[in-house]
């Protein structure tokens, strides 16, 4: 079946700039998460939902980083006014339920430059 | 503070030997620790994981090791295969990081030469 697919896989903004980051989870997968992978760096956890509810958004460095998923199903990443430090790559991953130890896939990633 | 670590950047292992990545941790409350594998341009993929409550978990030429009063864990790969190049992650999660959280670790690049 298909997998967690992202949206765009690339994106150059300049700095100041708004951006807006898109998740498809598997179908049927509850939870959804959110991660930021900078060079060189392991995956850094932003947020996560469980359905429509964001029930963990201690990540987020900033007030500039909005998340959101209406509906139970896709996710959007946004990020306001783009700074440099944000150039990463950011990862999205769903799994069938919350709970430690339940295996979470991930996309392919977006890769976020700032110039 | 890097509560998980994977001190050796990069391993360099023959075809048909064993690769044996390691991974310490700080947070003596992580409950499951889990294994992802990377490639360039794709996502971090599930691999193996095991509970705190168990030493080792094996499946298939991947065996996970866990050595709690150490803090450490160990994953083996044997043989290794070409195909397994790619940078490995260690991952840990538990009750005080919110269970669905998950900790990585900066990551092990291996490089299996044939």
């Known amino acids: 079946g298909a997998g967690v697919s992202q949206s765009p896989r690339y994106k150059v903004a300049k700095r100041g700039q708004d951006v807006a980051l898109r998740c498809d989870p598997i179908?049927?997968?509850?939870?959804l998460f959110w991660y930021q992978q900078a060079l060189g760096q392991g995956p850094e956890f932003l947020t996560y939902?469980?359905?429509?509810?964001?029930?963990?958004k201690s990540g987020l460095p900033s007030d500039r980083f909005f998340a959101e998923r209406p509906e139970g199903s896709v996710s959007t990443l946004k990020i306001q006014r783009t700074q440099q430090e944000d150039s990463a790559v950011y990862l999205c991953?769903?799994?069938?339920?919350?709970?430690?130890?339940?295996?979470?896939?991930f996309g392919p990633g977006t890769r976020l430059t700032v110039t | 503070d890097q509560q998980v670590k994977q001190n050796s950047p990069s391993l360099s292992v023959q075809e048909g030997r064993i690769s044996i990545l390691n991974c310490d941790y700080t947070n003596s409350m992580f409950d499951y620790f889990l294994w992802y594998k990377k490639y360039p341009a794709e996502g971090p993929t599930f691999l193996i994981s095991?509970?705190?409550?168990?030493d080792k978990n094996e499946d298939g030429r991947f065996t996970v090791f866990l050595n709690k009063s150490a803090k450490h864990l160990s994953l083996h790969i044997v043989p290794s295969q070409p195909g397994d190049s790619a940078v490995y992650f260690c991952?840990?999660?538990?009750?005080?990081?919110?269970?669905?959280?998950?900790?990585f670790g900066t990551g092990t690049r291996l490089l299996v030469s044939p």
């Open positions: 939902f469980q359905n429509e509810a964001q029930l963990d």
């Open positions: 991952a840990a999660s538990g009750r005080n990081t919110g269970f669905q959280k998950l900790v």
């Open positions: 179908s049927g997968h509850v939870s």
């Open positions: 095991i509970s705190s409550i168990k």
């Open positions: 991953a769903s799994s069938l339920a919350g709970g430690a130890g339940v295996e979470q896939y």
